[in-house]
């Protein structure tokens, strides 16, 4: 079993900063990749930032420049820096993990809680 706990999201004020953190715990042999996606009331959830083989980070167009992913390896860790925040960044934001639980075992997907951001102007 894996579990992904989700923490850091709250209320700040336009311009501020917030740190999201994501920790993995469980049976994990590997982890293929991690992200952040958000989702905004009546809208679809959107890919905020993530780490896809060990590849550079890609960022949503909207979030460049302001924030930043980032992992800790050794402790399961993911992320995301986020400054100069607006109103707009306002969701649930959730992280996303691609695990194997072992080595010859296919990636599996898992998701986070989902942590409020709610930035006021």
């Known amino acids: 079993q894996v579990q992904l706990v989700e923490s850091g999201g709250g209320l700040v004020q336009a311009g501020g900063s917030l740190r999201l953190s994501c920790v993995a715990s469980g049976s994990i042999y590997s982890i293929d990749s991690m992200g952040w996606y958000r989702q905004a009331p009546g809208k679809q959830r959107e890919l905020v930032a993530a780490f896809v083989s060990g590849g550079s980070p890609n960022y949503a167009q909207s979030v460049k420049g302001r924030f930043t992913i980032s992992r800790d390896n050794a402790r399961n860790t993911v992320y995301l820096q986020m400054n100069s925040l607006k109103p707009e960044d306002t969701a649930v934001y959730y992280c996303?993990?691609?695990?194997?639980?072992?080595?010859?075992?296919?990636?599996?997907?898992?998701w986070g809680q989902g942590t409020q951001v709610t930035v006021s102007s």
């Open positions: 996303h993990l691609g695990i194997r639980q072992r080595q010859m075992r296919p990636m599996d997907h898992y």
